[in-house]
């Protein structure tokens, strides 16, 4: 009996937290781009907070100065992103001239890419006269990175010569790790979605160029990440993207969205 409300509750956590799952039994998931991401489960976007003032934004992006404040919990002091979420007219505009987020059906249990466009440089393993503990994707900086699984955020800043990094914890204890970053959007302690935007993508640390390195460990100790993804290095997912009347389907069309150096 023990069990099956376990199962119960895991399958409901599960509808919850990505509200779909497809025919084939594969999880839909939303993958933030630089025109529409989230933060706590509300979509809006990361913007710069020093460049304009908070009015500016509430009129920008249809919102109130309030929803700004609010979810991010009233402390915008040394702040250099803030998060503004959308008012409802901006966000359905958005959806109507095409920019919706791509939708990918991944197999449970699996992670997802933490990067759109993958340019895998380095494989986990023996590298020069050291082990390599993680993959490395080339990037410019600036580029887009999303949490390849649902968690809480464990540690965010400087570590070593990863520079700029993010470990976040995921339910069945691994652990993901973004390193070299430019920019950390998140905090310790966050709940973070699959898909959801944590940072960017930068050269920071003991790195010879722009890329993102990304380690999958249990218990301190770093496993192949190629392992957990769901087809290897290529991803040839069912991909979707939102619209305005709900889920579009493209067929193999290529992306209206480019990685593009977030503003
Ligand atoms: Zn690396």
Known sequence: ?????????????????????????RLRVSIDNQYIQTYKNTIGKWV?????????????YETT????????NHNLKSKKYIFVPFGEKYKNDLLKKGYGRRILEIEPNKLLWPLENLMLTSRYGRRFHRDHTGIDFAAPVGTIVVSADM?????????????LSILI???DGKETLYAHLSEIFISVEDEVQMGQIIGLTGTT???????????????NIPFDPEDFFPSGYFRNDVIL???????????????????????
């Open 1 to 25: 009996m023990k069990f099956f409300k376990y199962l119960i509750i895991s399958i409901s956590i599960i509808l919850t937290n990505f509200g779909l799952i497809s025919n084939t039994g």
């Open 48 to 60: 710069l907070y020093d460049k304009k003032n908070l009015n500016y934004y509430a009129t920008e």
């Open 65 to 72: 100065v309030e929803e700004i404040l609010r979810i991010n």
């Open 151 to 163: 968690g809480t955020v464990k540690q965010v800043g400087w570590i070593g010569g990863y520079g």
């Open 169 to 171: 914890q995921h339910p």
């Open 205 to 219: 640390g003991i790195s010879t160029g722009p890329h993102l390195h990304f380690e999958v460990r249990y218990q």
């Open 241 to 263: 993207r939102e619209g305005e009347d709900g889920i579009v389907i493209f067929n193999n069309t290529p992306d209206r969205i480019k990685q593009m150096p977030f503003l």
